[in-house]
């Protein structure tokens, strides 16, 4: 078969790859410890559910509008007046089928052949692949773990050519969980203003944070920035709604609306009764959501703890999210590994537990570990990380 060059170029997800090939074992009846899925392993609060239901019982299961339907439209602009001080009318506001297919639409609509999108390393494994599908280039620039894994103002600065049109910000960060201060952020918001780039900021984590740790919007430093930012986010997270496929977008009016006429043409709606379960969860209780977050904590500091103590491996305590990102490259030179890839293939093979190469990040010293699953399960998979490392 002859393939569209924009699919051939495309790189397989290694969360999907280790997450499916640690499902097979477990179908076979294998004990694999999976802790590379990047999703919270509480189910979605039962108001949400029942909201769901209440809906689909009362005939809401037909098309909606293709933003998405009025109701949830203002619980959105609610929060962020609410939260943010920050003003967003209906038509500058896309519903979308999870956070992904909002940052897709958002490519698919922003940029033309050879235009050049600013990624950071290390990055979600979906922005360079979602780029490349648009036709454009990731340009990556690294975080270096001595800086939290965090990019700077004079990257940013160093990157853009003529050619940029946007940079990509995720604010807690997927895979490391670091957070931006308000002073770092402020510094890349300028450098982005002066050079007319886009800031694509990816805020999914955004009520995972922990510490006292601040959550910063770059959309809320000035007229100039909320003008020239699109806030992606979503249920999915905050809210333990993975399989319901609700993100949303928020920006400039034009761009939106050509994000909606990408949807009407290929997804049209979001699905009509996982709307009203995102409509309770932006407005209905949220100690879930805070007994979530308890837990992920004490989950945190036990892996961190337990990841240090292991010969070869570092691991910095994250900031939010639910994901660590430990330096294995002692542990791989003292085993004769060339490569993280086939170190966590043979942790797969051997002791049964799946993680997710850094490689898929753009980081090859690293490799991510989800503490959304048990303490069970994370001291479990740990403890066969350290036998696997250390042979005992």
Known sequence: MNLAKRVTVLAPSPTLVITAKANELKRQGVDVVGLGAGEPDFNTPEHIIQAAEKAMREGKTKYTATAGIPELLKAISDKFQNEYNLTYTNKQIIVTNGGKHALFNLFMALLSPGDEVIVPIPYWVSYPEMVKVAEGVPVFIEGKEDNKFKITAEQVKAAITPRTRALVINSPSNPTGSIYSRQELEAIVEVCLSHNVLMVSDEIYEKLIYDGHEHVSVATFSKEAYENTVIINGMSKPYSMTGWRMGYACGNQELIQAMVDLSSHSTSNPTSFSQYGALAALTGPQEPLEAMK????????????????IDGISCLKPEGAFYVFPNVSKAMEKQG?????????????QEKVAVIPGSGFGAANNMRISYAASMEQLEKGIARIKKFVEGK
């Open 294 to 309: 308890t837990e992920f904590v004490k989950r945190r500091d036990r892996v961190v703890e337990l990841l240090n103590e």
């Open 337 to 349: 590994y060339d490569t993280v890839d086939k170190w966590a293939e043979d942790l797969l093979e």
